[in-house]
Structures are given as C-alpha cells and as structure tokens.
C-alpha cells in the first residue's frame, strides 16, 4: 500500500514539473516575440549603410582630358619612389606612351609649347595663395615670361615661326607631390629637342607639376 502511495505521489510531482516548464517555456516565447514587436523600424542594416555610403561618395575619374584626347594610366605612379628616373634614354629605359597619364600629358604638353601651339595656355595654371585649389587659370603675366622664352629659344635654335620643332622626352624624373600646393605630381623633364634632320639634338630642361582638375589635367610649367 505505502509503494502504490509513492509511486502516486512521483506521479503527481512529475506531472506538475511538467506543467510549471511548459508555463515558463511559454512566457519566454512571449516576452522575446514582444521584444522582436518592439524594436524601432527605422534601424539601418549595416547593407543599407554600406550602400547609403556608397551613394554618397563620387568615384574619382580614371580617365582625363586635354588637347582633344584622354589620358589614362595602365601603371601606378604612387609605386614610383620621390627622385626615380622614370624614363631615362641614357639608361635605355625609354618613355612608353600609354604608362602613366601624367608622362602623356606632359610630352603632348611640351610638343604644343615648343612648337607655338597657343592652346597649350588653356592647360596650364599660376599659383594662388588666395585661390581655394591654390591655383587659377594662367595670368598674362605668366603666359607672357613663357611666350617670351620661347621666343628666345627658338632663336637660338634658328627657327623661324611655324617651323616645326622635334621634341622627345630624354629624362623623367619623378619628384613627389607638389609641395607648393601639396596636391598633384612633380617632374623634372630633359627633352631633346632639334631642327627636323638636325644631327646635333641639345637638351633643354623644365620641371611640370601635373594636377588632376575635375577629369580635366592641368599643369604648371617652369
């Protein structure tokens, strides 16, 4: 009799377990599905700021304009350590078109100058401590000392006006950013330069400091 009341009595414990488990299970169903219910709508996944960045950020051009053409790079100029010569004739490592958009620009840049091409002024600036970029369009005052050494150039060399000058990069050398501005990129050129059939081909040097202006290149010459 005493074993019949025992196991009734584990019966009824067990029985009641169960029940008091499934009353808790249950109330913390409940509570997280209020949790769930209650969280703010307005909470932006990390995709929704990913892409709302993405939106916001303009992608920097690839490729740039000037004299009618564009220019791109297939090498990465960041690589070139301050004071590299890029191109030099004397070392046999002869400038390639297509390398680096700056060293394009620069050799079209350097054609059109020695050879009066007055839309060369369209793509060359002066510096401005005023200006918000640091520098502004040429002044006449600079267009006027570069007209003027030209000039004095070409005498030298007993060209007449419109007579076609030879020129080829002989020497890049790449000089780091810009420090008077601290933006754009700094070369110093040695271009060979001569009459058409000339044997005797002198240097001259200048040093071009190459900037990206919208998707525009714009340069300093000196």
Not at 27 to 37: F, H, I, L, Q, Y
Not at 67 to 90: C, H, P, R, V
Not at 112 to 118: A, F, G, R, V
Request: proline share 2%; hydrophobic share 35%; charged share 25%.
């Amino acid at each position: 009799m005493k074993v019949k009341k025992l196991f009734s009595f584990l019966f009824l414990l067990l029985i009641s377990i169960n029940l008091i488990s499934c009353k808790i299970l249950n109330s913390n169903n409940a509570v997280g599905n209020n949790v769930e219910e209650n969280l703010p709508k307005d909470i932006n996944s990390s995709q929704d700021i990913e892409d709302t960045y993405e939106e916001k950020t303009p992608e920097r051009p690839i490729s740039f304009e000037a004299f009618g053409k564009m220019y791109i790079s297939t090498k990465d100029l960041a690589l070139i350590e301050s004071g590299t010569n890029i191109y030099d004739d004397q070392q046999s490592i002869h400038y390639t078109a297509g390398e680096y958009k700056e060293t394009d620009f620069i050799n079209d840049l350097l054609y059109s100058y020695l050879n009066e091409d007055n839309s060369v002024y369209d793509y060359l600036i002066s510096y401005d401590n005023a200006s918000e970029k640091g520098y502004i369009p040429i002044t006449e005052k600079d267009k006027e000392k570069l007209k003027k050494d030209l000039e004095s150039l070409r005498s030298q060399m007993e060209l007449s006006s419109g007579q076609e000058m030879v020129v080829r990069l002989d020497r890049v050398t790449y000089e780091g950013i810009d420090s008077k501005i601290n933006s754009g990129n700094s070369f110093k050129i040695r271009v060979a330069i001569s009459r058409v059939g000339a044997t005797i081909v002198p240097w001259n040097f200048f040093t071009v400091n190459v900037l990206e202006d919208g998707n525009k290149l714009v340069a300093h010459l000196f």
